[in-house]
């Protein structure tokens, strides 16, 4: 049976393991850019900041401006064993939803220390297998995070974070803090191409997408249908929805940048394709077949095999064109995932 991007396994790759970029460029907005055209078929290798020329004066740029927190703690169990509490969001008086490792020894009331003073009770497991967990410490609990929390690099980065992650793994536009990944295709831009791109006549409109659990969450089924997706918090503020529906009647495209903007744009766009303001969760997952109704252009990173991500990118592109473009990008020796290049899909 041919492959058409139905089936989980249609997503699978082989990646040398020495192409996971394991740290960011030298300098942000180094990286590389693969152009693959929709209409064409047509693959070419650009560098990010050929951005600046390709994208027309009255188009719509928009940027996740969610910020990641310090949402990794490290500590020990009772029995001085190592455990990792992942924060993913707050629930009330103290208390988080969290993934926690190793899972099968951190069952309710088990204890883990995280420093003199910060402990960490896990009180349930939810339907999800994840947690909820008690945050106990003698100082506020955003304080404490900060202080004692970790930049929640991906584990396929097998590094520890090192001071210089807490800048270079957020956008230099991150503001509303709530994630825990970064919304990477925003990687790649500098204050000096985004000023150029706003000199030239390209609108700008921030969303939110504070990045959950579903970020990790592997695809572990066979038919896509079947995976049940993470919510997600957003917001689409009364200031970009005008912005975009300006755009779209002045005949410009809407590019969005990375994953999590089409998550927003896709969730937020009303039934008669006009833009309102709009907050609230989301369990959109777009995967083939999917009619795209927010979005023109889409500025990415390469993704996982068998992730909801590649997925959105295969209904985005189409699933042959996706496919050929990551085996181009391995064999062109393309950096992948969070710290890696970049992919234009026009």
Excluded: C
Aim: hydrophobic residues 35%; without cysteine; charged residues 25%.
């Amino acid at each position: 049976m041919s492959k058409d991007g139905t089936r989980t396994s249609h997503y699978d790759y082989d990646l040398p393991a020495d192409r996971i970029a394991q740290h960011p460029t030298e300098r942000r907005g180094d990286s590389r850019l693969m152009v693959v055209n929709r209409s064409t078929g047509e693959i070419s290798h650009k560098q990010f900041s050929d951005l600046e020329r390709l994208i027309p004066a009255g188009d719509a740029l928009v940027l996740n401006t969610t910020r990641v927190f310090r949402a990794r703690l490290l500590g020990l169990r009772d029995n001085d064993a190592p455990a990792e509490i992942l924060l993913l969001r707050p629930l009330g008086q103290g208390t988080w939803e969290a993934m926690v490792h190793p899972g099968g020894k951190l069952k309710p009331r088990r204890v883990v220390r995280i420093a003199e003073g910060f402990d960490v009770t896990i009180l349930s497991t939810t339907e999800r297998r994840t947690r909820v967990v008690q945050l106990n410490t003698s100082q506020p609990i955003d304080q404490a995070i900060e202080k004692y929390g970790h930049v929640p690099l991906p584990p396929y980065i097998t590094r520890p974070d090192q001071a210089s992650d807490e800048e270079r793994y957020q956008t230099v536009y991150a503001r509303e803090t709530g994630s825990v990944a970064a919304p990477t295709a925003g990687l790649h831009f500098t204050p000096e191409l985004l000023d150029r791109l706003a000199a030239k006549g390209v609108k700008r409109a921030d969303v939110v997408l504070h990045v959950g659990a579903g970020t990790f969450k592997p695809v572990d089924v066979e038919h896509p249908a079947d995976h049940v997706m993470h919510e997600e918090s957003f917001t689409l503020p009364a200031g970009t929805a005008e912005i975009l529906n300006d755009t779209r009647r002045k005949g410009g495209k809407i590019w969005a940048v990375g994953t999590t903007s089409v998550r927003t744009l896709e969730s937020a766009i009303d039934e008669d394709g006009i833009f309102r303001e709009k907050s609230a969760d989301t369990r959109i997952f777009i995967r083939p077949p999917y009619e795209f109704r927010a979005v023109d252009r889409l500025i990415t990173n390469f993704h996982l095999p068998r992730s909801t991500l590649i997925m959105l990118v295969a209904a985005f592109a189409g699933y042959d064109l996706s496919m050929k473009a990551y085996q181009q990008a391995i064999a062109e020796g393309y950096r992948l995932y969070s710290y890696g290049d970049a992919m234009l899909i026009v």
